[in-house]
């Protein structure tokens, strides 16, 4: 059976640095037989997590009514979760961290419901390195969530692009964002 590939979009551009490394990965994973999915976040109406705490029961999901719901089943239907941000105020995008912080409902007594699964980061950022942009700290955060979740955190694409269409300046950095999707969905051996 194919491998599912879930990408999550969290820029507000949707023809931006982001996407065109998406499209990267979705090209190198489909090459390789894998089905994937794309989700640009901004359209979506994703609120806030209010500590409510009704999922934290067994058995419970988000109370929340909004279109998250209909993103819980991709995600326990994927093989891999990818996290598509650029780097805002030196963290993931505000789309991306609403999305992130409602996977608190897919906790139960046993496990966390995305464990075992793998996660992948694409990133963009205008400044010139990983730490003056602070993308050090997005990876920081989501090896963390890999930790505590379960995950995998299978690979991370990152790279200097700073208006839109400098991403397909870069073929480096599209041919890394493509070997990545190859990568992500390889038979084990
Ligand atoms: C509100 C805002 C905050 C930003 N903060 C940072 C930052 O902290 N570090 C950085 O290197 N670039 C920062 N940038 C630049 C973006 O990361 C860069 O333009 C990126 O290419 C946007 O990706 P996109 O084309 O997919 O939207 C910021 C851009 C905006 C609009």
Redesign the pocket.
């Known amino acids: 059976m194919s491998k599912k590939v879930l990408i999550l ?1 969290g ?3 949707e ?7 998406a499209i990267q990965l979705t090209a190198g994973a489909t090459d390789s037989g894998a089905e994937v999915e794309s989700i640009y976040l901004h359209d979506l109406d994703i609120r806030p997590c209010d500590a409510c705490d009704f999922c934290q029961e067994d058995g419970n999901g988000c109370v929340i009514s909004d279109d998250m719901q209909a993103l819980y089943p991709k995600m326990r239907d994927s093989d891999v979760i990818v996290i ?8 993931l ?1 505000a789309q991306s961290k609403l999305c992130i912080d409602r996977w608190y409902a897919m906790e139960s007594s046993e496990d966390f419901e995305l464990a075992g699964k793998k996660l992948a980061l694409l990133m ?5 390195d990983l730490y ?4 050090i700290i997005v990876i920081y955060t989501l090896d963390s969530i890999c930790r505590y979740v379960g995950m995998e955190f299978a690979g991370i694409v990152h790279g ?5 269409g ?2 397909e300046k870069d073929p480096a950095l599209m041919d890394q964002a493509f070997q990545l999707g190859q990568k992500l969905v390889a038979p084990v051996s």
């Not at 598509?84 to 963290?91: G, K, L």
């Not at 003056?132 to 993308?135: E, I, R």
């Open positions: 979009n820029s507000p551009r023809k931006g640095n982001t996407a065109a490394l598509a941000s650029p780097v805002y105020w030196f963290n995008t963009v950022y205008g400044d010139t003056t942009s602070g993308g200097t692009a700073m208006d839109v400098d991403a």
